[in-house]
Nanobody
């Protein structure tokens, strides 16, 4: 099992930047592919980005491509989400997720992830 804890959320003006972190504990971090999802009020949870166990394979949702960057540091058991050019539409609770699975095509699927953090709020004002 792995436990996940997000941090770095907050409030920012449109056009600004934030960097989220997700610290993992309890198991070998490099055994898990990691992802970020988000959920805005009244909306379904949305795929943001995923990164494979080694960090070689990375995927982004269309709405964040070119603005967000995911990375991981397996030595620090942490995955990061650098968010730039933030828009009010990015306002949501951001969740970190982990899966021990290795099927790259499935990394966009919410139900592929076994472990979830509690989420961190990101608010972007216009």
């Amino acid at each position: 099992q792995v436990q996940l804890e997000e941090s770095g959320g907050g409030s920012v003006q449109a056009g600004g930047s934030l960097k989220l972190s997700c610290a993992a504990s309890g198991d070998t971090f490099s055994s898990y592919a990691m992802a970020w999802f988000r959920q805005a009020p009244g909306k379904e949870r949305e795929f943001v980005t995923a990164i494979s166990k080694s960090g070689v394979n990375i995927y982004y949702g269309d709405s964040v491509k070119g603005r967000f960057t995911v990375s991981r540091d397996n030595a620090k058991n942490t995955v990061y989400l650098q968010m730039t050019s933030l828009e009010p539409e990015d306002t949501a609770i951001y969740y970190c997720a982990a899966t021990g699975g290795g099927i790259m095509l499935w990394l966009r699927r919410e139900n592929y992830y076994n472990y979830w953090g509690q989420g961190t709020q990101v608010t972007v004002s216009s």
